[in-house]
């Protein structure tokens, strides 16, 4: 088959800025999902089950609802009231941000709860506070044992943002798609975009490894 | 110093602890022995609330456990606590271990929590480990250095949770060593074990447990050689 | 790159392989020959699915056209960037779709003769400061993306232009319209007063530029030497002449048909 390289070449400056946006997007997703899974896993973990429900439900709907519904939604029926006007980037980062976070807080909730309850007791029997145990304590080894599920949840993350081509945030899929439109032709934006996003997801990858080989050393 | 009256605990319908009434002066030694599920292990963790109390009360140095205004943390830096598993915090060295509460809850500078730390290993014979992590200690460095770590906090009382049951047979005797120590420099300590030879010598006075409550009590040479209740003496037949 | 290039042959045989497995156009013991169709059924009234079955003015259209040639068909949904794969990769016979006859695209694959007028036309909010297609620069344009709708803003504003927003399909560019993300869409005539008609109370107008945008016919799509595109352009043909053409077309679009602007392009 043929595979034109020179449309390629043509659309390489719009890939470019597309993974700029695409690498953009994953940070502020990771960051914000991370910080915000934070707390809802710790919401999630309070004994108070009436005070936990919220947390029970903020997961419940975003992790089992389709994130594209999820980016339509925010996208058409949240930002607007905010901004007076639609914003793509906005609502991507704000769809990627909730919707991580809700697996993320799975992810420190399964962290925190594998941490044997001998760690707790020994740091409460000294003196700490239940908030001084967790900080001091309980998180900064269940963080070592969440880093491989945390990468897992990242390079989906990144992933995951090529939804957000569907409001027509320029990102690298939209890029992708637009190519295709203009052309007909699949395999050339598609594959193009392919291999961008696996060497995104393979350069976190080695990162992790080395942030998880860093720890074990510890 | 401790005062416990009428203590009940329960886990959902199972009673563990009946009705416990014991009063421990300053620098003594008691020694809590009894069969596994006697509840010996939940009667010194209501000493210091590691367990909520379902009945009765507990007063350290005249303080009510029980009371809603007690602030529980500030009790707890009074009552040491050693336990059969060490828990000691594998993410930090020896030395972090040890300097780790008495920075973040008594506020002291990481210098002074340093030179104390060092000088509390150097007491139990772990100071040239001051800077290994705790995964490459055997059991009875591990159990030393939890000891070292509830010192730091300078308490009042030292409660040991089955502190050697763990170990292997050889590493017994460093720690008891340890014990023995701060029982001579008047450390008022509970100790539940198995050690029967460690009650004998270093106990004070001896509580026999068995279905939740205190069956008998005595100083060592009395409890031992001379046992009143049935139940003592069968549970004295089978470990002595 | 030569490696690439065995990469993604392997990557289009097995896509093939998957997509004949679906099922392809076989020649059974009857005499008629039966040819697949595919098309995009998401584009109401041309082609979409009532209850799962395909259904539209193309769908119609097409079942007439195949009789008068004498074929059987089998129409199936496969998606809009499908149907440009699988008529090149051979795998269906012909796709009907809506799809406006491009020199672009006559470039890849052959088209019948044109069977369906259309132009593109803009929304805007009625009171808009657009009042032609000229007025659509430096205006935020939302469109459907790999349209003719996207070619006619992007030859005003520009190709790939950052005040072009391109979407999955019309109806979520109009919903970037109406919540203040855009301030114009251009989309086929169809669409556009479709949209008007059924939404009166959105206070939306529809503004006609024959100057400024092209006419576009619609064509069934073949693969490049397709021997099916003789017969079907003469079948084609009969349909509108007949007058089957303009009863379909009023039944599905509730108007009359311009069938001499066709007859002009035959």
């Known amino acids: 088959m043929d595979f034109r390289w020179d449309l390629i070449v043509e659309y390489a400056p719009f890939f470019a800025k597309g993974t700029l946006l695409t690498i953009g997007l994953s940070i502020a997703g990771i960051v914000i999902g991370t910080f915000l899974g934070l707390l809802i896993g710790l919401g999630k973990l309070m004994r108070n089950k009436l005070l936990a429900l919220p947390f029970n439900w903020y997961i419940n709907f975003f992790r ?11 996208h058409f029926a949240v930002v607007p009231p905010f901004l007076g006007t639609t914003n793509a980037i906005v609502a991507a980062i704000v769809a990627l941000s909730l919707n991580s976070a809700a697996y993320i807080a799975e992810i420190f909730r399964a962290g925190i709860q594998s941490i044997d309850r001998g760690q707790m007791e020994a740091a409460r029997s000294l003196g700490m506070t239940h908030v001084q145990a967790m ?8 963080f070592k044992r969440m880093i491989p599920p945390l990468g897992n949840e990242f390079i989906v993350l990144i992933k995951d943002s090529s939804l957000a081509a569907l409001i027509a945030a320029p990102e690298l899929m939209y890029w992708g798609r637009a190519m295709q439109g203009q052309y007909y032709r699949a395999w050339e934006p598609y594959l193009t975009a392919a291999v961008i996003y696996l060497v995104l997801t393979l350069s976190l990858n080695f990162l992790l490894t080395r942030l998880e080989r860093r720890m074990a050393t510890e | 110093m401790i005062k416990v009256e009428n203590l009940k605990k329960s886990f959902g319908l199972n009673e563990v602890l009946k009705d416990i009434n014991v009063t421990v002066k300053p620098q003594e030694v008691v020694v809590v022995i009894g069969p596994s599920g006697s509840g010996k292990s939940t009667f010194l963790r209501c000493i210091n609330m590691l367990e909520s109390i379902t009945g009765g009360h507990v007063y350290i140095e005249g303080i009510d456990l029980t009371d809603k205004k007690t602030d529980i943390n500030k009790v707890r830096t009074e009552v040491g606590m050693v336990f059969q598993q060490f828990n000691l915090f594998p993410h930090k060295k020896v030395i972090e271990n040890v300097m780790l509460a008495p920075m973040k809850v008594r506020k002291i500078s990481a210098e002074e929590a340093r030179a104390k730390g060092l000088a509390l290993l150097r007491k139990v014979g772990l100071e040239e480990k001051a800077e290994a992590y705790p995964d490459s200690l055997s059991g009875g460095q591990k159990q ?12 009042n009382i030292m409660l040991f949770d089955e502190p050697t049951s763990a170990l292997d047979p050889e590493m017994v005797g460093e720690v008891l060593e340890v014990m023995k120590q701060l029982a001579k420099e008047g450390m008022t300590m509970v100790v539940v074990t198995h050690e029967m030879g460690f009650a004998k010598e270093v106990g004070d006075r001896v509580l026999f447990m068995d279905g939740g409550l205190i069956v008998e009590e005595n100083i060592p040479s ?17 470990v002595l | 790159m030569k490696k690439l290039k065995v990469v993604s ?10 997509l004949s497995a679906c099922g392809t156009s076989k020649t059974g013991g009857d005499e008629k020959k039966t040819v697949r169709v595919v098309t995009d059924a998401a584009y109401a009234p041309f082609e979409y699915q009532d209850k799962g079955e395909v259904v539209g003015f193309d769908i119609d259209f097409i079942k007439a056209v195949a009789k008068e040639a004498g074929y059987n068909i089998k129409v199936e949904h496969v998606g809009w960037d499908p149907i440009f794969v699988e008529i090149k990769g051979k795998t269906a016979d012909i796709a009907i779709s ?14 019948s003769v044109p069977y369906f007028f259309s132009k593109n036309e803009i929304l805007v909010p009625k009171g808009s400061a657009i009042k032609s297609a000229a007025d659509l620069k430096g205006k935020v344009v939302a469109v459907q993306n790999g349209t003719t709708g996207q070619e006619a803003a992007e030859a ?10 391109k979407f999955e399909n019309n109806n979520l560019a109009i919903l970037e319209l109406k919540k203040n993300g855009a301030d114009a869409v251009v989309a086929d005539n169809t669409v556009v007063e479709e949209y008007v008609r059924n939404n009166p109370n959105e206070n ?24 099916l595109k003789a017969d079907f352009d003469k079948a084609v043909k009969k349909v509108i002449d007949n007058g089957t053409y303009a009863k379909l077309f009023k039944q599905w679009l509730k108007k009359d048909p311009d069938i001499q602007i066709l007859k002009d392009q035959q």
């Open chain 1, 64 to 74: 089992g609802t389709p994130l594209m519904v999820q980016i339509l939604l925010i």
């Open chain 1, 135 to 142: 900080k001091f304590v309980i998180l900064p080894q269940a």
């Open chain 2, 144 to 155: 030393r250095v939890a000891i070292a770590r509830a010192l730091a906090m300078e308490p």
């Open chain 2, 222 to 238: 009395e409890l031992f050689d001379h046992p009143k209740e049935a139940r003592t003496k069968a549970f004295l037949s089978k």
């Open chain 3, 9 to 18: 042959s392997v990557l289009m045989v097995a896509f093939l392989l998957i």
């Open chain 3, 98 to 111: 809506s799809i406006t006859i491009t020199d672009k695209r006559k470039q890849t694959y052959d088209f």
């Open chain 3, 156 to 165: 005003i504003l520009g190709e790939n232009s950052k005040d072009l927003k």
């Open chain 3, 204 to 227: 939306f107008t529809v503004i006609e530029d024959d100057g400024a945008f092209e006419k576009e016919y619609y064509g069934l799509l073949f693969p490049k030497g397709s021997k």
